[in-house]
T-cell receptor, first 113, second 112 residues
Framework: DTEVTQTPKHLVMGMTNKKSLKCEQH?????MYWYKQKAKKPPELMFV???????INESVPSRFSPECPNSSLLNLHLHALQPEDSALYLC????????????FGPGTRLTVL | DAKTTQPTSMDCAEGRAANLPCNHS???????VYWYRQIHSQGPQYIIH???NNETNEMASLIITEDRKSSTLILPHATLRDTAVYYC?????????????FGKGITLSVRP
C-alpha cells in the first residue's frame, strides 16, 4: 500500500481565517513533505519533516505553519493567507532511507478569497 | 533550479511505445533518477527510479546511459490514460530525507 491521504480535498477561506490541512500515511515512512503547486507550474517544496523534526523550511512565510504530531500525521496550519496563496497543496512521504522514493497524496485545492 | 532538461511536449499513438528522453548531465554518483507523472489536478504518481542499471516494473522501463548523463522512460503500450505531464528528477538521499526539485516536465499526449 502506497497511499497518502489528504483532507480536505477542497478548501475556501478568507484572508482572516485560520484553517488546517491534514496529511496521513500508514506506510511506516519517517519523512513527510509539503509541496505547493500553482496552476500550470511544477510542485515546489515547502517543508520537510524527518523523524518528526522539521529538517527543511524553504523560506516559507510564517503564515504557513507545519506540524508533525506523530510519524503518521502531518498538518499545515494556515493563517492570514493572501489570494496569491491559492494553489494545490501536496503532501508526500518517504521511508527516509536510500533510495528515498516519495509517494504523494491527491492534494488539497486551496482558494483564498 | 532543476538539474534535468526535457522536451516540452511530445505525442504518440495509442498502443505504440512512448519514449520520453531526459538529460541530466551534471548528475552526481549518489543521485537516483526518478520519474513521476501528474495527470491534471492530481498528485504526482511515482513511476520508476534507477541508479545505474536499467529498470523495469509493471508501468514502465527506465533506460540509463552508461555515463548516466541521460535516460529514457519507456511506456511500452501507451493508452489514452497515459496522457499527463512526466517529470524526470535526480535526487540523492541526504541521510534523513530526499529533496525533489521538479522541472517543467514533458507533456505527453496520447492520440487515439
Amino acid at each position: 500500500d502506497t497511499e497518502v491521504t489528504q483532507t480536505p480535498k477542497h478548501l475556501v477561506m478568507g484572508m482572516t481565517n485560520k484553517k488546517s490541512l491534514k496529511c496521513e500515511q500508514h506506510m511506516g515512512h519517517r519523512a513527510m513533505y509539503w509541496y505547493k503547486q500553482k496552476a500550470k507550474k511544477p510542485p515546489e517544496l515547502m517543508f520537510v519533516y524527518s523523524y518528526e523534526k522539521l529538517s527543511i523550511n524553504e523560506s516559507v512565510p510564517s503564515r504557513f505553519s507545519p506540524e508533525c504530531p506523530n510519524s503518521s500525521l502531518l498538518n499545515l496550519h494556515l493563517h492570514a493567507l493572501q489570494p496569491e496563496d491559492s494553489a494545490l497543496y501536496l503532501c508526500a512521504s518517504s521511508q527516509a532511507g536510500a533510495p528515498d522514493t516519495q509517494y504523494f497524496g491527491p492534494g488539497t485545492r486551496l482558494t483564498v478569497l | 533550479d532543476a538539474k534535468t532538461t526535457q522536451p516540452t511536449s511530445m505525442d504518440c499513438a495509442e498502443g505504440r511505445a512512448a519514449n520520453l528522453p531526459c538529460n541530466h548531465s551534471t548528475i552526481s554518483g549518489n543521485e537516483y533518477v526518478y520519474w513521476y507523472r501528474q495527470i491534471h489536478s492530481q498528485g504526482p504518481q511515482y513511476i520508476i527510479h534507477g541508479l545505474k542499471n536499467n529498470e523495469t516494473n509493471e508501468m514502465a522501463s527506465l533506460i540509463i546511459t552508461e555515463d548516466r548523463k541521460s535516460s529514457t522512460l519507456i511506456l511500452p503500450h501507451a493508452t489514452l490514460r497515459d496522457t499527463a505531464v512526466y517529470y524526470c528528477i535526480v535526487s540523492a538521499y541526504t541521510g534523513a530525507n530526499s529533496k525533489l526539485t521538479f522541472g517543467k516536465g514533458i507533456t505527453l499526449s496520447v492520440r487515439p
